[in-house]
């Protein structure tokens, strides 16, 4: 047998011992491969997600491989640990170290290409069906599976370069033991205190200080509070799991009457111990799935705004201009025979919109004409509005501002023509996007329209109205291309100081697929990314307990001897593994919850969406994979112990 | 009526290679008696202690404790009837090493949920009859193995248990310690009318006992009763064993000489 063949044996004979690590690489490989192979499609390049996605991608990409690699890293060192043992026995009979290091190096490569290939396989034969989810999800016409050198080579260059590298690195970097030490197996637990009180409570402090920020930001201080509230959560966390938690267990051992009553002794003990030893898995597990969290819950949020999208924009094309714009009939006639080009029905309504001074507000109002309205209304299928002389009524700009508005009751002259209005109705549904229409706008009767005969005091300083024009159109996600060229200097003249344009366009159909191609980026790398920090965040505990599996189970050996039955042993293990898996994550949903308290007020304010329900959805979407993950993990571990 | 009697156990453990580890063995122990179990390596005597411990069970015969019959119970009341009715002192102690020496002390009773006065009450007065009281806030590293096996006796002894089950309490000690242990152990024995049942292969520790069993290879050989002094009854021991040692003549068994 030779040295080659002896790490062989080793790999192939002791399958069972290898299969989480193979597990750990396997997924690694597999998920950046998918990942890649969409990266690397032909028609990527075509510009099927817009023009921005390119370099996201690639960011993402990254990501995935900086954690990979530290995921990998961290299985290698918990195996490494595991086996100590064997690796006891290798020395004791007389292995030099150098020859421990390549076997142990051997051994990695094996797994690590038997990983690799079986990851690319199987990838491979997943891509086409990651491919159609994609392909609904970016509504494309079609996305067809590709066959090129560049996936794979990048995974297979990557991954081999992370096994030879990471085995190197641990083997070099791992401490230098004696022969005995790693024949007693996994070190033994140490005890001694790591928390000080000022560190406990400055977690506490830490914590809720960032919390109160995220509950008191508004729209003025974002900018500042979002750089301010990650820092302090993160150091806040940090000294939550290192001191605050193992000063409260502590304090709660000093209670003889809480802590020696009804078998809590020996969960609550261990539990100071899992704590003091875990401190930083588990504040790098609450930061990983913090991140998961608001990947997920920003999904939810983007796919709550593109459900709603139809409803705050209603109109397909909107064009609104002075009213001496000397473009007004180039523009109009251009924009409607690009319509009819394309085949699509259009309902057109022009509209006069008069400005005067409300002698209520001493401000501006912009006057509607009833039959202008009218005519909108009638292509929406809405109900008409009828006014009479005197009358006045509200337009909406919100959803919300419909309730605020209905209460509202309000006698005014318009200043310039002295014409009194008595305004007490509002229109019930959104008419315009909130973008086009100012606060105050009102509709009034034709009657009254024809008398504003004298324009707005501030002419002619300012504009005295102006003119819209609103394509209603029942296909409004095709016409992307309608337009071009006007929205084109619109968006030019948009990034200089002052907009001088005397028109404004917009087209809903372009911007919606702005935000889908924006919206399913996010989507592709968030899931991807979530699904790797889900997965390896229960794997970092999986590892941790296979490792201190041997310890454990000679203690539940004792424990058998005195006497404890099998109910007990199921209980014991429960409060055992209960709070690994569910304090971190129970600290990472708190945290979410607080992002999202802000999110949801901040987007209240911008987008008036309401995003609760979709993020109850994701999160108990991840509730459930965790508690799946912990009974089937308690179930193998009851199964080690008891025997 | 004796506190426990063994009838005619057999364990048998099959696999691919099939193992008789305990023969047709049968005895007594009488209440406040303190019996060694003696053999040679692989004679069957760790064996017979988890049979006697309940984690076991055997292929034949049965285990009587003061009428009750542990075959009978189910997994559950057989949990019970072990953390009541037994105590255990192990080679290694076997001191969880998260509790401190108190708290380790206090297992068996907060197993059995017991009310904290009782635990308090209890675990001040056996600290002070064996010694304890300055270490009990210690952690079981921090401590020697002397001290350790005292700690562990304290464990077995709390629940005031009707039989202490002791396997090697000895072996990982020095001499000065296991004197001291043995000491201790035939003390409780004396004072609290104690039952001990304790396995071991070292003469010395044999010869504190009143009475010893010798086995080989799982079946009955021999057994002898103390007399008065305890140096002719370590030679009478000693004697036995160079007898167990197999069919030559001097070809003493692996004893550890004073």
């Given at each position: 047998m030779t040295f080659h063949q002896f790490a062989y044996r080793n790999v192939v004979r002791n399958i069972r011992i290898y299969a989480a690590f193979f597990m750990a690489s396997f997924f690694s490989v597999f998920v950046f491969f998918i990942y890649s192979m969409l990266m690397f499609h032909p028609s990527i390049e075509n510009g099927f997600l817009g023009n921005v996605p390119m370099i996201w991608m690639v960011i993402a990409e990254i990501i995935l491989v900086v954690f990979t690699w530290f995921f990998i890293f961290y299985s290698m060192k918990?195996?490494?640990?595991?086996?100590?043992?064997?690796?006891?026995?290798?020395?004791?009979?007389?292995?030099?170290?150098?020859?421990?290091?390549?076997?142990?190096?051997?051994?990695?490569?094996?797994?690590?290409?038997?990983?690799?290939?079986?990851?690319?396989?199987?990838?491979?034969?997943?891509?086409?069906?990651?491919?159609?989810?994609?392909?609904?999800?970016?509504?494309?016409?079609?996305?067809?599976?590709?066959?090129?050198?560049?996936?794979?080579?990048?995974?297979?260059?990557?991954?081999?370069?992370?096994?030879?590298?990471?085995?190197?690195?641990?083997?070099?970097?791992?401490?230098?033991?004696?022969?005995?030490?790693?024949?007693?197996?996994?070190?033994?637990?140490?005890?001694?205190?790591?928390?000080?009180?000022?560190?406990?409570?400055?977690?506490?402090?830490?914590i809720v200080g960032g919390y109160l920020l995220a509950l008191m930001i508004t729209r003025g201080t974002f900018l500042s509070y979002t750089l301010l509230i990650p820092i302090l959560i993160t150091f806040g966390t940090y000294y939550f799991f290192s001191d605050t938690i193992q000063f409260i267990v502590e304090q709660l051992k000093k209670k003889k009457s809480v802590y020696w009553k009804k078998s809590r002794m020996l969960p609550l003990a261990e539990q100071t111990f899992i704590l003091r030893n875990n401190r930083k898995v588990f504040f790098v597990v609450t930061m990983v799935s913090t991140l998961a969290f608001l990947s997920v819950g920003l999904l939810a949020t983007l796919s709550s705004y593109t459900s709603q999208y139809d409803k705050l924009n209603p109109l397909g094309l909107i064009y609104k201009g002075h009213i001496d714009n000397p473009y007004e009939n180039e523009h109009m006639s251009s924009i409607v025979s690009e319509l009819e080009e394309k085949g699509l029905s259009y309902h057109l309504t022009r509209f006069t919109v008069l400005k005067q001074t409300s002698s209520f507000t001493k401000y501006e109002v912009e006057v509607f004409r009833e039959s202008d309205i009218n005519s909108l209304l009638f292509s929406y299928g809405y109900p008409m509005v009828r006014l009479s002389q005197g009358e006045g009524m509200f337009i909406p700009y919100s959803e919300n501002s419909v309730k605020r508005l209905s209460k509202m009751s309000v006698d005014t002259i318009l200043v310039e023509n002295n014409i009194p209005i008595k305004i007490d109705k509002v229109y019930p549904k959104l008419i315009f996007p909130s973008s086009i229409v100012s606060l105050n706008s009102i509709i009034i009767s034709d009657?009254?329209?024809?008398?504003?005969?004298?324009?707005?005091?501030?002419?002619?300083?300012?504009?005295?109205?102006?003119?819209?024009?609103?394509?209603?159109?029942?296909h409004w996600i095709e016409i992307t291309d309608v337009g071009v060229s006007i929205q084109h200097n619109v968006a030019q003249e948009y990034l200089k100081e002052k907009y001088l344009l005397p028109y404004y366009f917009e087209n809903a159909g372009l911007n919606y697929s702005y935000i889908l191609s924006t919206y399913s980026l996010f989507t592709l790398v968030g899931l991807l990314v979530a699904a790797v920090f889900v997965l390896a965040a229960g794997s970092f505990i999986y590892f941790k307990l296979h490792t201190n599996l041997e310890s454990e189970k000679r203690k539940f050996d004792v424990l058998k001897r005195m006497g404890i039955s099998d109910g007990e042993i199921k209980k014991l293990v429960t409060t055992h593994l209960f709070p690994q898996f569910f304090l971190p994550w129970g600290v990472s949903l708190a945290h979410s919850l607080f992002a999202f308290v802000t999110l949801q007020k901040i987007l209240k304010d911008i987008a008036n969406i309401s995003i609760v329900k979709e993020l109850v959805f994701a999160f108990a979407f991840l509730i459930v994979i965790q508690v799946i993950y912990f009974y089937l993990i308690r179930w193998r571990y009851v199964v080690h112990v008891r025997d | 009526m004796p506190i426990l009697q063994v009838r005619d156990i057999t364990k048998v453990y099959e696999g691919k290679v099939t193992n008789r580890a305990i023969n047709q063995l049968s005895f007594d122990v009488q209440k406040g008696e303190f019996i060694a179990i003696m053999g040679p390596s692989g004679s069957g005597k760790t064996t017979l202690l988890n049979l006697i411990s309940t984690i076991d069970k055997p292929t034949s015969g049965e285990i009587i404790f003061n009428y009750i019959k542990p075959q009978n119970l189910n997994k559950t009341d057989l949990a019970f009837f072990r953390r009541r009715q037994l105590g255990f002192v192990f080679q290694d102690f076997n001191l969880l090493p998260m509790l401190t020496v108190e708290e380790n002390i206090i297992l068996p009773l907060t197993l059995d949920q017991q009310p904290v006065e009782v635990m308090e009450e209890r675990l001040k007065r056996l600290a002070q009859k064996l010694n304890l009281t300055s270490i009990l806030y210690k952690r079981p590293n921090e401590i020697s193995g002397g001290q350790a096996q005292r700690v562990a006796i304290a464990r077995a002894l709390i629940h005031e248990p009707a039989i202490i089950l002791a396997d090697e309490p000895t072996g990982n000690l020095d001499s000065n310690n296991s004197r001291e242990v043995l000491e201790l152990l035939s003390k409780i024995n004396q004072e609290r009318q104690a039952t001990i049942v304790m396995v071991t292969h070292d003469p010395i520790a044999a010869s504190f006992c009143d009475r010893v069993l010798f086995i080989k290879d799982g079946e009955y050989f021999n057994e002898i009763n103390r007399d008065d002094r305890r140096q002719t009854f370590f030679q009478r021991i000693l004697n036995v064993l160079s007898l167990l040692g197999g069919g030559q003549v001097g070809d003493l068994s692996s004893i550890r000489l004073p």
């Open positions: 918990a195996f490494l640990e595991a086996r100590s043992k064997e690796f006891g026995i290798l020395l004791h009979l007389g292995m030099e170290t150098k020859q421990l290091s390549k076997l142990i190096f051997l051994e990695t490569i094996i797994i690590g290409t038997v990983s690799i290939v079986v990851g690319i396989l199987f990838g491979y034969s997943f891509t086409k069906f990651f491919f159609m989810i994609v392909r609904e999800i970016l509504m494309l016409e079609e996305l067809p599976l590709y066959l090129s050198w560049e996936p794979f080579l990048l995974t297979f260059v990557v991954y081999l370069s992370a096994f030879i590298f990471i085995s190197l690195a641990s083997v070099y970097f791992a401490p230098e033991k004696k022969v005995i030490e790693l024949m007693k197996g996994p070190k033994e637990v140490h005890f001694h205190i790591t928390y000080t009180k000022y560190k406990a409570i400055l977690g506490i402090v830490l009657e009254d329209f024809q008398k504003l005969t004298n324009p707005y005091s501030g002419f002619p300083d300012e504009e005295p109205g102006y003119h819209l024009f609103t394509f209603d159109i029942p | -």
